[in-house]
């Protein structure tokens, strides 16, 4: 019997073009992806690549894209972007499928402020999920529903979703975890969000772990988080970390093989 393999996807904004060269190499492997989870930007990659768009396509869309395109700054309310232009772009991408029509099982991890509980989203609009996913508090504006919850970032409660992915029935877990950057100058408003969001993030998950069985870890920490612009270093440090990764998941594969 095949062994399902999960793959969750951290957050890290521009940095998760990491998660392109991650699906890339496992692609070259031909290890198959089964289950996908993701939080904040994972989300984002996760759900085009579960809608059915080549990887080599979402390359094309990070080497295209430019934050003009999905940014629609708005008179700080609840955020700086409003983030109308990023879920209509989300609609289009994905053909404004619901989870139920998706090539690849898909869970969106969001927090929602009211109740201070982590929720992975598994039915509904994929792009309406992805959106609240990726609502960085401050920066985007939240996801309000119909039920009256308040949706921001899911990486303020759970940067790799691993155990959503477990939960899903994966048998192996693959995360992939974008890091902390490391910054000399705190000048703009998003570099102390940011190195706020860092030091809350690096606390809770030395405290919470990783439910995963190969833990991807990328060399991002130079990285700017909002340099949406510069894809190509990300995608070759998540194609890097994955193939030194490589050995340890043909392994489990093995191991869980015989079991």
């Excluded at 990023?86 to 402020?113: C, N």
């Amino acid at each position: 019997m095949e062994k399902k393999i999960g793959l969750a996807l951290g957050s890290g904004a521009a940095k998760g073009y990491a998660h392109i060269g991650v699906l890339k190499v496992l692609e070259e492997y031909k290890i198959p992806v089964h289950i996908i989870t993701g939080s904040s930007i994972g989300s984002l990659i996760g759900a085009l690549y579960a809608s059915g768009i080549n990887i080599k396509i979402i390359e094309g869309l990070a080497y295209n894209i430019k934050r003009r395109h999905f940014l629609d700054i708005t008179l700080p309310r609840s955020g700086l972007v409003a983030g109308n232009k990023i879920y209509e772009m989300l609609r289009l991408l994905t053909k404004d499928k619901d989870f139920s029509e998706l090539q690849i099982p898909l869970g969106v991890a969001v927090t929602e402020l009211k109740s201070k509980k982590l929720l992975i989203l598994q039915e509904g609009n994929v792009a309406f999920a992805v959106r609240a996913s990726i609502s960085i508090p401050g920066i985007f504006n939240p996801v309000f529903t119909h039920d009256g919850k308040i949706l921001v970032d899911g990486g303020v409660l759970e940067r790799v979703p691993g155990k959503a992915a477990r939960e899903m029935g994966a048998d192996i877990v693959i995360g992939v975890e974008l890091g902390f950057s490391e910054r000399k100058n705190l000048n703009t408003i998003y570099d102390i969000l940011f190195e706020t969001f860092d030091i809350m993030g690096r606390e809770i998950q030395n405290l919470k772990g990783y439910d995963c069985d190969v833990l991807i870890t990328p060399r991002l920490e130079k990285v700017n988080p909002m340099a949406f612009g510069e894809p190509e270093y990300c995608i070759e440090e998540g194609k890097r970390a994955t193939l030194e990764a490589i050995p340890r998941i043909l392994s489990l594969l093995e191991e869980k093989s015989y079991e």
